[in-house]
């Protein structure tokens, strides 16, 4: 049983949330009880004031002290050992762990700010300050409830069948795999035949190593705290799914070293992409600020995904539906964090000599070992500009072939760099 103690300037924003499903039943189960404080109580004054002007100015208006600090205090003394807790966004981030600790807490006392924020002296009287996010909520009650909801769910008897709780997202420190239910087939799509094969052995496979690989793409953070077995991880270091390639026309330069944007070859376009479905590349960006180009590439794309290509050659178009246009590439790297969760490492190439270069077998072992995202960076024209160069995290060596000639096109040059990177070992 987990007591919750709201001190709130709106314990009107709690009834609702709490009266349905299964924060309504926890109550009725005597498994939490909420109770709600309502933070004017504690004002001493004719008009209940509970905040006042910031010192030092600026906008807004601030907490005051001292009618929290009454409310906590009386917390204190009435309650047995009560945990203050103060909803503020500068406080540790909120997660699943967090929340099974305080599911063995008796009593949970929940303090939400408003307008901009508490006096900075009431941290000195709580326990602990949580955050739920990154993010600017305009009170603590929405980060309350969230609080309140995470915590019930954990408490043993509230869900009424335990294993799902121990099932789902974050409880194992993975992501959880994905549900199906009825009908068996819905809008062409097939729920996986494992899940209605009744084999529990085989579903219960299935599902933790659907589980490993979901987390691998979108949370690869949350991966360096889970407990794996030696061959989980070898199963998620199988393949370099976690590796794109960008091909930029900007900025690069040309024969006399001047910055310029090239213009898109489709031959370009079409082998980098073969060679990346090859290889097993996530995602083949094709950069350029050039609207006409960009043009020019839907098209390409389009052709061969719903056009007359697309039934003329299917494997093309299997290949060529990894092609994702963009402007820039800072929209490429935002566009990888967005799928992967974390930021890709910059992989640059340039076919000049320069100094401190990653080596093939380095940087092949990194995308094999590191759960992070690798963006792989080739440059049409003359080269890559130096400034993507020094943005990059490292510069892959060169490609040499043992001759004084050095003039790879960069589709070429794409097919032996994805050999060596993510290409079946010799
Ligand atoms: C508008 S916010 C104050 C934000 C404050 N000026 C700042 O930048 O840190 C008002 C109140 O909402 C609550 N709040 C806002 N975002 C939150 C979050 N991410 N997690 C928990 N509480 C939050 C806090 O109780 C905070 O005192």
New binding site residues.
Partial sequence: MVNFTVVTLFPGMFPSPLDYSILKKAQEKGMISVRLIDLRDYATDRHRVTDDYPYGGGQGMV?KPEPLVAAIEDMRSKLVNPRLI??????KVFDQAEAQRLAQEKELVLI???????DERVRNFVDDE???????????EL?AMVVIDAVTRLIPGVLGNLRSSQEESFSNGLLEYPQYTRPEEFRGMKAPEVLLSGDHERIRKWRREMSLKITRDRRPDLLKQARLAPQERRLLSESPKRLYVALLHYPVYDKKGQIVTTSITTMDIHDIARSARTYGVRGFYVVTPVRALQKLTLKIIAHWEKGYGSRYNETRKEALSLVRLKDTLDNVIMDVEKECGAKPQLIGTSARGRERRLSFSRAREMIKEDFAPFLLLLGTGWGLAETVLNQSDYILEAIEGGTDYNHLSVRSAAAIILDRLAGKEL
């Fill in positions: 907490m103060l909803l503020t966004p500068r406080g939400c700010g408003r307008y901009e924020g508490i949580i955050s739920i996010g990154d993010y600017t909520l305009s009170g603590g980060a």
